[in-house]
């Protein structure tokens, strides 16, 4: 089965500072990775999507690399603004039928104005 | 547009009874995908529908638990005997196909008293 871990837990950085979160993931053979982040009480809201055949994607302030062989993922945040400041969660799509997604715990992120 | 909309947003019920969880996805989108999520933990896949018929029932935890898709687009997850183990947060997401990216509802949170 597969499993994902997201290091730190939990992160606390000044407004401005440039931040890097980590996946790691034990099997290779996946479909895709999404980064996801959830604010307290809310359903989850998609980031970027990199799919299997991909390095990286960027959105805006927001860079996610992924490396297969090795197992990881990063979700790189440049400026960090009090805005950031939530759960981010980062799932492995599972390559059979449906592409369902395993899940990390997720990092909790707050951004000190 | 119009986003994933799950009811209802809470549920509290007794040890031991039924309910009935909705979820309407995004209008066009052929897959449908359950996850439950337990209080610090990221979500866990249960069941993912492509279409009408359930392509990937594994992560349903035993047989009480059971959903459908009658008619290819709104989903009902229906939970019999209720557990207060059962108690979590219920998220339902949507993709255009299998290979795309995974929209969230937010959620139906369960508690079993």
């Known amino acids: 089965k597969q499993e994902v871990t997201q290091i730190p837990a939990a992160l606390s950085v000044p407004e401005g500072e440039n931040l890097v979160l980590n996946c790691s993931f034990t099997?290779?053979?996946?479909?895709?990775l999404q980064w996801f982040r959830q604010d307290p009480g809310k359903g989850l809201t998609s980031l970027l999507l990199?799919?299997?055949?991909?390095r990286e994607q960027t959105s805006g302030r927001l860079n996610a690399s992924l490396d297969k062989s090795s197992g990881r993922s990063t979700l790189y945040i440049a400026a960090s603004q009090p805005g950031d400041s939530a759960t981010y969660l980062c799932?492995?799509?599972?390559?059979?039928?449906?592409?369902?997604?395993?899940f990390g715990t997720g990092t909790s992120l707050t951004v000190i104005p | 547009g119009a986003g994933v909309s799950q009811t209802p947003s809470n549920k509290v019920t007794e040890k031991g009874k039924y309910v009935e969880l909705r979820c309407d996805p995004i209008?066009?989108?052929?897959?449908l995908y359950w996850y439950r999520q337990s209080l610090g933990q990221g979500p866990e896949f249960l069941i993912y529908?492509?279409?009408?018929?359930?392509?990937?029932d594994s992560g349903l935890p035993n047989d009480r638990f059971f959903a459908v898709r009658p008619e290819g687009s709104v989903s009902t997850l229906k939970i019999q005997r209720t557990e207060r183990g059962d108690s979590a947060v219920y998220l339902c997401?949507?993709?255009?196909?299998?290979?795309?990216?995974?929209?969230f509802g937010p959620g139906t949170r369960l508690l079993v008293l």
């Open positions: 990199i799919q299997s055949s991909q």
């Open positions: 529908f492509q279409g009408t018929g359930a392509a990937d």
């Open positions: 099997d290779s053979a996946i479909y895709n």
């Open positions: 209008s066009g989108h052929t897959a």
């Open positions: 997401a949507s993709s255009p196909t299998r290979q795309e990216t995974q929209y």
């Open positions: 799932a492995v799509g599972r390559r059979n039928t449906g592409n369902q997604f395993y």
